[in-house]
């Protein structure tokens, strides 16, 4: 089945007159453009002239999303390099058309956006680095070390790499430091953490406000996530990003990350320790993105660095 076919919609009542005059009477009120197509039984000159009529509505209402699997596309190329061909966009373009252009939009003033995520291993060679990836998370990998909760079991990440799938992006970077609030922190998660801290469900935070991601801890996702399924639903939500996503998002969607010293709770863990923060600077160790454990600011963690920032995965279409 192609992956634009005719949609089953009625025609308006302009569009119905041109029709009409082509296909006879029986171009009813509710008619819709794959009836008609039922009506082209009069040889290939009024098909084509049909489909003339149709093909500027049809482009206009089915390709809404050709702008962003186009972005997509740079973004791609722009960091795995030109000779990169993702050959999988489709997987993206039918993602989103199941999702809706509503929804996307809707999204967008949230602060959040999908984007696709390859499946591709890490390389040094990758053109677009320019923060270098954390060489004790690679050595943890190699080892067996690193893992994560799949289906609500502990899995080892087997590979660094990214997974191949529609995720739903936290568009905005990192503050300057724990003291100074997110740009967006009020308009999807902050006002989920405000009414989950005045219920006393989770600690506050004893600087900031009440809508600080800081200051929050692994054990308080259980409150969130229902709350954040509740808020944009159709999305599964993660506790954070991978560490190869962190990375990764850094350097395409989020620059000014570099330029903070706050870190961000990651999905992963090593060993037992689910407590793992992801650091992207320029300035610090040479350029050197972080993987650091965070047990040292576990008991003290309303008073550390360390920002919540969740992830969602789009389903793909069935």
């Not at 702008?67 to 791609?76: D, K, N």
């Not at 990998?141 to 529609?166: C, H, P, W, Y």
């Amino acid at each position: 089945m192609s992956l634009f076919r005719t949609p089953r919609r009625t025609v308006d009542s302009a569009m119905r007159g041109r029709l009409k005059a082509l296909v006879g009477a029986a171009v009813t009120d509710e008619m819709t453009e794959s009836d008609i197509a039922d009506c082209l039984k009069r040889g290939p000159q009024i098909r084509q002239q049909v489909q003339e009529i149709l093909k500027p509505r049809n482009d206009a209402f089915e390709r809404w999303y050709d702008p962003y699997v186009e972005r997509e596309g740079r973004i791609l190329r722009g960091f795995f390099g030109n000779s990169y061909q993702p050959s999988d966009l489709e997987i993206f373009a039918a993602t989103l058309r199941s999702v809706g252009e509503k929804r996307v939009q809707g999204w967008a003033t949230l602060g959040l956006e999908p984007h696709w995520l390859p499946k591709v291993m890490y390389s040094a060679n990758f053109p677009g680095q320019r923060v270098s990836f954390a060489s004790n998370y690679l050595e943890a990998v190699s080892k067996g070390q690193i893992f994560r909760m799949i289906n609500g079991a502990k899995t080892a990440v087997e590979r660094a790499g990214l997974d191949g799938m529609v995720a739903l992006v936290d568009l905005c970077p990192l503050p300057k430091d724990s003291y100074t609030p997110f740009e967006n922190g009020g308009k999807y998660l902050g006002q989920i953490l405000k009414a989950l801290r005045e219920a006393k469900l989770i600690p506050k935070q004893r600087r900031g406000s009440l809508t600080s991601r800081f200051g929050v801890l692994p054990e308080d996702w259980q409150y969130i996530k229902p709350a954040l399924e509740r808020s944009v639903g159709d999305v599964s939500w993660y506790f954070g990003e991978t560490y190869f996503t962190f990375w990764y998002l850094g350097h395409v969607l989020r620059n000014a990350d570099a330029k903070s010293e706050a870190g961000v709770w990651l999905e992963e863990y090593w060993g037992d320790f689910k407590g793992w923060a992801g650091y992207f600077t320029e300035e610090v160790e040479s350029g050197l993105s972080c993987f650091q454990e965070a047990t040292r600011f576990y008991e003290t963690a309303i008073q550390t660095d360390i920002a919540l920032r969740p992830i969602g995965i789009i389903p793909f279409p069935r």
